[in-house]
Structure formats: C-alpha cells, structure tokens
C-alpha cells in the first residue's frame, strides 16, 4: 500500500483526486493539504473541508500558501467558478483541521513515517517546495513525488506554460531540480482524461450521495473547460495523476530531464522538458505521454460507484 499526501488547491478534478484517493485500496492518504490556486487560500481550504465531510472521511487537513513563493496569487475563477467548486450545493465544512500549517504538517508526518511517504501535489508547488526549502532533510524519507502540472507539447495558462506550474514557477524549479524523483502527470495526458458529459448524466442517474453531486460539478466543469478551451468533457487532471499509483498501466511514461522557465516573459512556468537528451542532463523526471482514458474511465466510475456504497 504506497503512503501518500495529497496537496491540492480544489477545485473540480482535486476533488476527484481526494475521491479516488479515498476509494483505493491501493493507497494510504495519510493527510490532505491546501494551497491557493484554483481560488483564494480560504476558499481551497474551505472546499477542502466540504469534500471531506461529503465523504465523511478521518484523514488529517491543515491549511497552507494563501500565495506563491515570490509571485502574486492568480486563480481560475473562469474555469472553477468563484466558489472554486461551482456547480453543486455540498455539505457544511464541517470537518476538523490541524492548526499547524501545511509545510509543517508535511515535514513532521515525513520525519515520523516509518515507510517512505510519496507527495502528490496538484495544485501550485508552493507548500512542496517551502517544505523541501526548509526541511531538505526530510528527502531521505520521500519515495517520489507524483505532481499534477506542467506540459511537454501542450498548454492552458500562456501558449508555453500549465496553471500550477505557471503560478509558482520558483517552487516548481526546487521540486523538479531536488534531486527526488518526480513524476509528471501534465496537459500532454490530462486534457486527454475527459470524462464526458455523458458520462456525468449517468452518475446523477445513479442517484446516490456522492453521485447526485459529482456529476453535477463534473457537468460544471465540462462546460467551463469547452466554453473556454474548447474541449468537450471534463479534463479530470488530477485525478489522473492519482490513478497512476492505483493502476500503473493507465498512462505510459517517457524518461526525460525536465527544468522549469523562471525568468522568461513569454516562457514562465514552462517545463522544458530534454526530449533529443541535447543537454547531455540525467533524467530527472518521468514523463506521462500517453493515456488510456477507457481503463482511467472505469477506474474513476468504479470508485464514484464505491464511495455511493461507503457513505450512508
Ligand atoms: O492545469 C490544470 C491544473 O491546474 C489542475 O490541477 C487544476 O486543478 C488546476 O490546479
Ligand atoms: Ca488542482
């Protein structure tokens, strides 16, 4: 069973990814953390606590970056809504919080694993980085980090760069280049893995408490990513980079040395990714460039189906 931390910044798809993590026997989510992104700090962390009272779920959550590293917040209200998480009424936020924050909690849960701990981030790196930045002693007991962000040949934020890199290209640059392994899960895969509208009708046939509100929200969804990149179905990104630890054969990956643009106008965030291995670099990174939506598909219905079952 891999140990992992989900840091996210909910968000439509890391609502899915919480989903998915819960549902799987495949993994440990030993806690959740936050991170401004999607929305406003409070606002992710607010989602956060409405998701997991929705699952009813015992799992730790503390709160972290209202802001990135050096730069200026900038979120995704025309994609996730102004709630961050438009398109369905959830439950209060009810579920209890830790009052330390985030980077802490992430650097005293990995100093006291006795197994090694696999971060997964899909939202902005900046508690990721922060984390490594004040405890870099704590890589010795990180397995990998498996990250949502980034894109070798495609795009979402400017034409060379995706959201969670863009937004914090610094804490980007000190995850990719800390010597861990990382695992990419970027746009090259995940705007491969729609889910379809149709998809989403069916859930909200089936009726049940976790089904009568995800399909909602993935219909929201759906509709703000075809009105504004148009395309049909709902991108669920960081699901996908959870299901990548549930089954392996839903992505294939290339190895390659990826370095992230900080200085660059029209290259910010970008993930600039040794395809032709010019620059003579190990790779650092291994690379999702290919995806098998279908078994994604029944994975992430599966899972939606069992949590139905789960919660009364
Ligand atoms: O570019 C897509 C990524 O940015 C996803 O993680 C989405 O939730 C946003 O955080
Ligand atoms: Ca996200």
Redesign the pocket.
């Known amino acids: 069973m891999t140990k992992i931390i989900l840091d996210c910044?909910p968000?439509?798809?890391?609502m899915m990814a919480i989903m998915l993590a819960a549902a799987s026997d495949e993994l440990e989510l030993l806690g959740i953390t936050t991170v401004a992104?999607?929305q406003t700090g409070s606002k992710t962390f607010e989602n956060a606590r409405k998701i997991i009272t929705l699952l009813n779920l015992d799992v730790p959550l503390a709160r972290g970056a209202d802001k990135p590293i050096v730069r200026e917040l900038i979120t995704?209200p025309q994609?996730?809504g102004n709630s961050g998480l438009d398109g369905a009424e959830l439950p209060g936020a009810d579920a209890p919080y830790l009052g330390c924050h985030a980077v802490d909690f992430i650097i005293d849960s990995v100093k006291a694993s006795k197994d090694k701990i696999t971060l997964v981030p899909?939202?902005?790196l900046t508690n990721i980085g922060l984390a490594l930045i004040k405890a870099p002693e704590i890589k010795k007991n990180i397995e990998q980090i498996v990250l949502?962000?980034g894109a070798v040949y495609d795009s979402?934020?400017t034409p060379g760069s995706?959201?969670?890199i863009f937004v914090d290209p610094e804490a980007a640059r000190e995850v990719f280049l800390c010597g861990l392994p990382v695992t990419m899960v970027g746009?090259d895969v995940?705007n491969k893995s729609l889910m379809s509208f149709e998809q989403a009708e069916e859930m909200i046939g089936w009726g049940g408490r976790i089904s009568s509100v995800v399909g909602p929200l993935m219909k929201f969804f759906g509709q703000s990513n075809l009105d504004y990149f148009g395309i049909n179905g709902a991108p669920i990104?960081?699901a996908l980079t959870v299901a990548t630890l549930v089954n392996p054969d839903v992505v294939e990956f290339e190895n390659w040395f990826v370095d992230i643009e900080t200085q660059g106008e029209l290259t910010r965030g970008q993930t600039v990714a040794d395809v032709y291995r010019v620059t003579g670099n190990e790779p650092n990174c291994r690379v999702a460039m290919k995806v098998n939506n279908d078994l994604f598909m029944s994975i992430m219905m599966d899972a939606v189906k069992k949590l139905d079952g789960m919660v009364d």
């Open positions: 910044d968000g439509h798809d890391d992104g999607n995704a994609i996730h899909t939202g902005p949502m962000g979402n934020m995706e959201f969670n746009l995940t990104h960081d």
